[in-house]
């Protein structure tokens, strides 16, 4: 069972939804017409504000129906983040939209407290499994990736996703946690990272990967470029993989409070 996934690695106009919002356009309408998912990156409306008061949208507001849109457009799914205020709150909302126009979020769990994240938004407390074309998905969120208790892969999914507005000066931390989280739960991870400097000074490389079960690197995409890749994945080959290697069955067990 194939799915191709298209990794669009991108600049983001720093607290400029307009501009973001088309410059997403042009480079979503570029691509090929064949891809299944299209995964953009963390608060890929606004960079990694900590201004939610002056940015936040409502649930299912203007850029949701943009998503929408462009699901519809592309028959592809697409998965994005953005800032979102609910029930009086801000919330880092990844948005996990199908092709028909249906969706699922997930609420991005670990705030990143060196940049005052935990100030400024709420913690999610829900893992989201998504069902998509005969594949289980689990979308999180950048500084979720340093914590692999929130990722463990109980037989649950096949594919893991993080996005990210994730620093260069951090890339080894992120291209290595990447291949760890797709070595220790058998699965394939997606990784999407913003490139350019954000409002803050701080230079952001990309290092957009999709990474093998088996820890082999599928992706070619060049840091600090703006460019997409288009990239398929075997589910047969995974299970096939995890049939000879079952090391899943060894795991621990344990529940998250």
């Known amino acids: 069972m194939i799915m191709k996934i298209t990794l669009l690695q991108s600049n983001i106009e720093w607290e400029n939804r307009e501009a973001n919002l088309k410059s997403f356009e042009n480079q979503i309408q570029s691509l090929r017409s064949d891809t299944d998912l299209i995964i953009l990156p963390e608060m890929f409306t606004t960079g990694f504000s900590m201004h939610p008061e002056l940015w936040a949208e409502e649930h299912l507001g203007t850029t949701f129906k943009t998503m929408q849109l462009w ?64 594949w289980k998905i689990l979308p999180l969120i950048c500084y979720d990736l340093r914590f692999p208790v929130w990722s463990r892969n109980d037989l649950d999914y096949d594919l893991l996703i993080y996005i990210a507005n994730w620093p260069e000066r951090r890339s080894t931390p992120w291209k290595a946690l990447l291949k760890a989280r797709a070595i220790e739960n058998l699965s394939y991870v997606a990784g999407v990272n913003r490139i350019g400097e954000d409002g803050n000074g701080i230079e952001h490389s990309g290092d957009s990967a999709l990474i093998d079960f088996n820890g082999k690197e599928l992706s070619a995409i060049t840091p600090n470029q703006q460019m997409s890749e288009t990239i398929s994945i075997d589910k047969d080959g995974l299970l096939e993989f995890k049939r000879k290697f079952p090391a899943h069955l060894d795991a621990d067990t344990f529940t998250i409070e």
């Open 71 to 134: 699901a519809k457009q592309k028959q592809s799914a697409v998965v994005g983040s953005i800032i979102i205020k609910s029930n009086n709150k801000y919330w880092n909302r990844a948005y996990f939209v199908f092709p028909d126009g249906s969706f699922q979020y997930y609420d991005k769990r670990h705030l990143f407290r060196m940049a005052k994240e935990d100030e400024h938004y709420a913690s999610g407390n829900q893992r989201v499994l998504v069902e998509y074309k005969g």
